[in-house]
């Protein structure tokens, strides 16, 4: 008889990552397959969302090719948010996705976001959560304003984890977290909807993470196994990561910065999402725009493989010789939520070469999140020791040591690296059966290699560049708008 296994899938800004683990937690087999963000205009960022299945439907044949699948218990998704499909009634996507670092619905952001009152937000969403160029709304205003044949053929906007459940089982669901911006404490906010006309009937509705949206259409491997609704990446990846309980922190690493903590305490906070309390877990959390983007950039300049980045890095001391660098390449999500901010190097002078290049753009992402971490301990009310870290960006020694450095607190890296993937495996245990309760999935599934300690001899020198950072930014807004 085929062992009981579970597949998490987390269908990233980058790559599908896929993992098959038994009930044990033990890793069986693994997949990934990456993909291009299109760039046709200035602020325009997409995806082809066949991309995302094309990848699904290879790493289901992957394990079903090496594995015995007849004991397969259940698939979990999870992926990227505020990247939106709108799709016909058959299913079919109508445009390419627009990614989460599109900007191109700034202008009808700004327009919504006049229409609503300081005290709605809080009354909404207890906290203020801005309606920027990603957000859903924005999106469906920007598509109803410019391509009214579109919206008027758009049977759904969905995230790409809920696209993907949709082809697979032909079924349409979402969950309350990931449509972030549009839910408050009993489903979505009908007022703010009621801003687009139209907005309410064309979104999915609304169950837990660990709820069954339909099966495996026959054909594909996998056939008949349940899949869950799954959660967004941050989510996915905050279970992946061990974070789970009351006061616990997480830091993802991937394409962008997602630094979270968890409290049941709100202090509303500008620039922070609060997320609306599930399963008794109250998550802030404050996105960046870039991290390992930056890097990827950087690398493709140099003509540098990441552990080569790794090693320049590494070789390199904390010195005026390293520029600073702000990594608003795409603009900036948390904590400043500024479309119109840009990358740049400063500080800039002879000493400085490819190492100190690297380590700068390592330095002003940290000191970004530091940053987001800054707004997040007051939103949640307390300050941080440690946090648990996953995700690619973390496989660099010296980059998360750069991290701990910068924070001034600990940073535990999982040994997984996929920490989305673990955690849709997770929801696919919970929908299934397979496991009790979310502590135990987690306990049982997470695990970790090292921790990272802050070298206290250099607090004051990460204090002085966060300085400076901010100022930096500050000084070149009027440029930048």
């Not at 760039?39 to 066949?50: F, N, V, Y």
């Not at 599109?102 to 809080?122: H, N, V, Y």
């Not at 449509?179 to 801003?195: F, K, S, T």
């Not at 973390?394 to 607190?409: E, M, T, Y």
Request: glycine content about 12%; overall charge negative; some cysteine.
């Amino acid at each position: 008889m085929a062992s009981e296994c579970l597949i998490g899938i987390d269908i990233g800004t980058t790559a599908t990552k896929a993992i098959l683990v038994d009930r044990r937690g033990d890793r069986l087999a693994s997949f990934a397959r990456a993909y291009p963000v299109r760039r046709p205009a200035p602020g325009l960022a997409e995806q082809d969302p066949a991309d995302w299945m094309d990848a699904i439907d290879a790493a289901l044949a992957a394990f079903a090719a090496a594995h015995d699948l007849s004991g397969l218990q259940g698939i979990g998704l999870c992926s990227q948010v505020n990247t939106h499909v709108f799709v016909d009634a058959a299913g079919r996507a109508l445009l390419p996705a627009i990614v989460w670092q599109d900007t191109r619905a700034a202008a009808d952001a700004a327009a919504l976001e006049a229409r609503i009152a300081p005290a709605d937000k809080l009354a909404w969403f207890g906290a203020p959560i801005p309606v920027d160029a990603s957000h859903a709304l924005s999106r469906m205003a920007h598509v109803a304003r410019v391509r009214p044949e579109v919206w008027a053929a758009t049977r759904h906007v969905l995230l790409p984890k809920d696209y993907c459940a949709l082809q697979l089982t032909g079924e349409v669901a979402g969950d309350p977290v990931s449509a972030v911006g549009l839910v408050g404490r009993n489903g979505y906010v009908a007022p703010l909807l009621d801003l687009v006309p139209g907005a309410a009937e064309r979104l999915p509705s609304l169950f837990d993470f660990h709820h069954v949206v339909g099966r495996v259409r026959s054909g594909r491997p996998g056939a008949g196994a349940p899949v869950m609704v799954g959660a967004m990446d941050a989510w996915g990846g905050m279970f992946g990561v061990g974070v789970v309980r009351e006061g616990d922190a997480m830091y993802q690493s991937g394409t962008s910065e997602i630094p979270g903590i968890i409290s049941a305490h709100v202090h509303p906070t500008p620039g922070v999402i609060v997320f609306p309390p599930y399963g008794g877990i109250v998550m802030h959390a404050a996105p960046t725009q870039t991290g390992g983007a930056a890097l990827a950039w950087l690398g493709q300049v140099l003509g540098r493989s990441p552990a080569e980045m790794s090693e320049l890095a590494a070789g390199v001391a904390p010195s005026s010789a390293v520029p600073l660098f702000l990594p608003h390449l795409s603009g900036e999500r948390a904590p400043i939520w500024d479309s119109a901010t840009r990358g740049v190097f400063a500080r800039l002078d002879t000493r400085a070469g490819a190492p100190e290049m690297v380590r700068a753009v390592m330095e002003g992402v940290a000191l970004s999140v530091r940053w987001a971490f800054e707004a997040l301990e007051a939103s949640a009310g307390l300050r941080l020791a440690r946090a648990n870290i996953g995700g690619g960006g973390s496989r660099s020694d010296a980059w998360c040591q750069i991290r701990a450095d910068a924070l001034g607190f600990a940073l535990r890296r999982t040994a997984v690296a996929d920490s989305a993937a673990v955690g849709a495996a997770i929801l696919a245990g919970l929908g299934s059966g397979v496991m009790a309760s979310l502590p135990e999935a987690v306990d049982g599934l997470v695990r970790f290699d090292r921790t990272f300690e802050p070298d206290p001899a250099l607090s004051g020198y990460y204090a002085e560049r966060f300085g400076k950072y901010r100022e930096l930014y500050e000084a070149l807004r009027a440029f930048n708008g």
